[in-house]
């Protein structure tokens, strides 16, 4: 799962002991604390965008509309 903070949160990373990065971090989702964080709106989760006819990427992360 891919994530990133909102702009007015500060998240650590649980495992690597460092605040998210603005982009896009990969993380385990299966972990209690980022579900927590998800279901709080601390942090923004993110998608792959489809590829189209081509195979070509246009936006490779777009935020989850949830």
């Not at 702009?7 to 299966?30: A, T, Y």
């Not at 942090?43 to 070509?56: A, E, F, P």
């Given at each position: 799962?891919?994530?990133?903070?909102?702009?007015?949160?500060?998240?650590?990373?649980?495992?690597?002991?460092?605040?998210?990065?603005?982009?896009e971090?990969?993380?385990?989702?299966?972990?209690?604390?980022w579900q927590?964080?998800?279901r709080?709106?601390?942090?923004?989760?993110?998608t792959k965008?489809?590829?189209?006819?081509?195979?070509?990427?246009n936006?490779?992360?777009?935020?989850?509309?949830k």
């Amino acid at each position: 799962m891919f994530v990133k903070p909102r702009k007015s949160c500060e998240v650590r990373n649980l495992f690597k002991r460092i605040l998210l990065p603005n982009e896009e971090d990969e993380i385990v989702d299966s972990n209690l604390f980022w579900q927590r964080r998800v279901r709080n709106k601390d942090i923004i989760v993110l998608t792959k965008k489809k590829t189209n006819r081509k195979g070509v990427i246009n936006d490779p992360f777009v935020e989850c509309a949830k």
